[in-house]
């Protein structure tokens, strides 16, 4: 009598398990797609930019030139990432301006892909010879033009490993927005979570959303390398 019960309460249970899974999974998936992976590709285009631009301050020969691009690197790398997070959000309404939580969150990770990506870049470009410098001199190329047709292709090959992992990185981070009120994949499990009480199984689920879109585009990244690889020399 009582086994034939404990089975009988242990398949409900299992089935009621089952049933959450099925119906929280499409609204973390939609905030995913409509603000998580959004958010990573907009973050990281800007940050990009910012990152090739702070990388060339710091390449340069002029202390006024290098010298913020030196203390934003600096300021970025040195604070928590969630304490950039809530200065902006929280932090800048007391000097009376206020940005919403999305544009909030894109500023925040910006600025931090813009300094972690920014040495990638550099490192990227001081690892091509000097001679591919001088190469472009001596057929009477300026600076400009050395660094633009010559240096930066063969920097982007050798920073696009590195570059991947800070994108994939930032997929995770974007949980971060969940404190400021993104409804982002991590959000909408808090929500669930917090309606259901089963927080085990709901955060699991997000885990493994997570999971799944760092393999995809572990997947792509391993797709770029080889491409790239036809076009480096051996």
Known sequence: MFPLSNTLFTITADLEGWELFLNSLLPMILGAIKYT???TLISFSIGLILALLTAIMR???SFIVRTPAV???SAIRGTPLLVQLFI???GLPSLNLTIDPYPSAIIAFSLNVGAYASEIIRASILSISKGQWEAGYTIGMTQNTVLKRIILP???RVSVPPLSNTFISLVK???LASLILVTELFRRAQEIA???YDFMLIYIEAAILYWVI???LSLVQQAIEKRLERYTAT
């Open 194 to 196: 917090a309606v259901t």
């Open 214 to 216: 760092c393999f995809l």
């Open 154 to 156: 063969q920097a982007t």
């Open 88 to 90: 902006i959000f929280y």
């Open 37 to 39: 992976i959004p958010l």
């Open 173 to 175: 981070d974007t949980s």
């Open 59 to 61: 390449l340069s020969k």
């Open 71 to 73: 203390i934003y690197v």
